[in-house]
């Protein structure tokens, strides 16, 4: 009983928080003189391309958000909040009595001031999410997804929740000569240059309240506790480097899992034409992937690519997504050292229409280590699993710059045959329904 009003007072802080930015967007208009001279000032100090991080999209981006200026200051809010009920049958060895079905919610709230520094700009970021208290059972469900530890195990067959300090961030970008820039970024958390822009950002996931299966090879290191990077950019290619903390957070989501900046990543971005953007990136990620306890943590070594294109109308949006990655380490399991190389990759796509109907799909492949999925009679076999899911949403008409959605989510998670002892058949089939609420997009 106390878990279940702890849980819905947790829901209901979801949504006063996000509806605590009207206030915001309910303060008296800025003058005629900033929405004159402010709308070039504000392509200059939050451009369509910046995704998280310093990732870049394609420049033909939508904008979501609630800007307020301050001085010189310009503020921009952001953030997406689900309420979802999901249903998967999952594996049937697992500990704990942790059920198919879950009522939960995801969110991530980010606030965002820049101004002026001379001839460059400089900012300061915070993201934070309350998951750690709107999700329990180690997580939301989710078939076939794993990575990091939960009483004292490895997660799989659940998206681990997000820590509650998912940025806290400052950087600064500056010409230096002609059309080539400089750009500085540096946190107690945020993310390195490694990967695609993280699942809550693109705009081909965001209407999605599922994480992928892939999340592990593409974009885990989102959340870095501790990080630098540096890079130059042209108004068509940026390529930067990070030092950084790789390993994944713990179970305890509320603090900053602090620790040596021992990581390294590259990434080279292209925007060959507005609508497309281009990135590869590597890494080594010092004990970045955690294992069974007590086994130490593992080196990894990580290779991605991707390709996002984006085409906006009059009427309609569209984002699509194609991203591949590979992890390569010596994994660490239970009475030996393996060096394993796995990949994964995915492909997700999503339409609006008029801002009222959006479409949204995704299908990955994945090549999961046994022990990632608790096939501990055989912990360094390759199992070749794939998702495939679609859904809807209908949104609704802004008020006082939010947008309310509703809508559902229908999957199939398949496995080989080797898998199905522990699942109920080879072809899973999966469910969900949730209300969304994110702020409108910019005109």
Partial sequence: MMRSLRRASALTAVLLFFIA??????????????????????????????????????????????????????????????VQFLYEPGDFHRTGGLSNDQFSSANWLMAMA???????????????????????????????????????????????????????????????????????????????????????????????????????????????????????????????????????PDESRADLDLGPLDSVSGRLTLLPTPRLALQISAAHLEEGEAEFPPQPRSDIDRITASATYHRMTGAAMWATTLAYGMNAGAEVIPGDVVELTTHAGLIETSLSLRDRHTWFGRAELAGKPGHDLHMHATPATIYTVAKIQAGYVRSFQPWSGLVLGAGGTASVSLV????????????????????????????
């Avoid at 300090?165 to 230096?176: G, N, Q, S, V």
Wanted: glycine letters at 10%.
């Fill in 114 to 248: 820049r101004r002026p520094a001379g001839k460059g700009r400089v900012g300061v970021r915070a993201m934070v999410s309350v998951e750690p208290w709107t999700v329990g059972d180690c997580g939301f469900i989710n078939i076939l997804a794993s990575g990091e530890t939960c009483e004292g195990d490895t997660i799989h067959d659940r998206q681990h929740p997000h820590d509650s300090f998912m940025e806290l961030a400052a950087d600064y970008d500056r010409p230096i000569r002609g059309s080539l820039r400089w750009q500085l970024y540096a946190g107690l958390a945020g993310e390195p240059a490694l990967g695609p822009p993280a699942f809550p950002h693109r705009v081909s996931a965001m209407p999605n309240p599922i994480a992928p299966i892939s999340h592990h090879w593409l974009d885990s290191s989102h959340i870095s506790f501790g990080l630098i990077t540096t890079g130059v950019s042209q108004q068509r290619w940026k390529a930067e480097v990070s030092v950084f903390n790789g390993r994944e």
């Fill in 21 to 82: 930015t009207v206030a915001l967007a309910q303060e008296p208009a800025a003058s005629e003189q900033h929405h004159h001279h402010g709308e070039s000032s504000m392509a200059e100090l939050f451009a369509p391309r910046d995704a998280s991080g310093t990732s870049w999209i394609p420049d033909e981006s939508p904008m979501f958000g609630i800007d307020r200026t301050f001085g010189p200051w310009t503020v921009m809010i952001d953030g997406s909040a689900f």
């Fill in 416 to 443: 080989p045959p080797a898998l199905v002892p522990r699942y109920p058949r080879r072809a899973n089939p999966g469910f969900g329904f949730f209300l969304s609420i994110r702020p409108a997009r910019h005109r």
